[in-house]
């Protein structure tokens, strides 16, 4: 189904972001290249969106491959720097676009467990009511019914409510958890969600610009993606076992993404502060891959420079930058 651009502009609150947006109904090479191509040919204005349905040369990080089935959401946003010291902006960015794409997740999360949460409470009580209305009928025929049946009723309804709501929260209905990967991904459990890939544009020093491209996986089912990635990727509907409105979300994660790249709002140690809330490497053991070099480290999270602060076997801390480093958890899940 197409991407409908009515229902993503009513639900967008932004200034800029989202904007201006161009939609490709069929598959292109990636949105970072018509977003270059956007800006080889004339003005661009801040937060002009490239949207398309499919990609065939999909990238991510150090030229890796990024498989991009229909059903999802694949864009590229076209950033202008806020000041003169564009890097700090664009450092601001990257920080933020990770964060924005999984409080986007746990926003849809939190309102599906509290669907489920309700649908259940509700479903318990018209049977525990029922079934207590039909027991207090039978055990009060020969009594007085207009003092003793209500006030019985009341008293085993109130003791059904409590305990199915303490038997849902703790048992039934855990809620799902969308964390970052330091740098880029976003995962839920030990799956992938979402990959994220910023780059530069420069034509001179007036015209410098952020490429921020973002691929989440909506609605795509795991027969979209080759054996070797099926066990490790999943989607929102994968998630919540139903389909997921791509417009609303579009248009959630640029509302959040605007907010949080407002300086007046939050500052860059609240940000950081914010990353490390869901980081989910940190404090854990991480396998660093740094050119032929690989060794093993504590996470200790973001820091403001944007590198990730490392704690060595003899306890040296070391900063590592996305630029030359992958980190893979190790044995991360089988703690949980």
Known sequence: MSFDNLIFKKNLLTQSIGRILYYFPNQITTTMEIAKEKLEKGKIKHGTMILAEKQTKGQGRK???????????????????????????????????????????????????????????????????????????NENLNQNLNQNLNQNLNQNLDQKVDQNLNQNL???????????????????????????????????QERIFALLGIGININSNPSDFDNSLQSITTSLKQEINESVSREGVLALFCNKFENLI????????????????????IGNTIIVIEGQNTYQAISRGLINNGCLLVELENGTKREVSSADVSIKPENYFEKK
């Open 63 to 137: 030229n890796r491959t990024f498989i991009s089935p229909s059903g999802n959401l694949y864009f590229t946003l076209i950033l202008k720097p806020f000041s003169k010291k564009w890097y700090e902006d664009f450092l601001r960015y990257n920080i933020a676009a990770p964060l924005a794409v999984a409080e986007t997740c746990n926003e849809i999360f939190e309102e599906k467990l509290n669907q489920n949460l309700n649908q259940n409470l509700n479903q318990n009580l018209d049977k525990n009511l029922n079934q207590n209305l039909n027991q207090k009928l």
């Open 262 to 281: 407002d300086s007046s709002q939050f500052s860059l140690e609240n940000l950081v502060h914010k990353f490390n809330q869901i980081d989910l490497t």
């Open 170 to 204: 703790n048992q039934k209905l855990v809620p799902k958890i969308a964390k970052i990967k330091w740098p880029n991904d976003i995962w839920v459990d030990s799956k992938k969600i979402s990959g994220i890939l910023m780059n530069n544009y420069c034509q001179d």
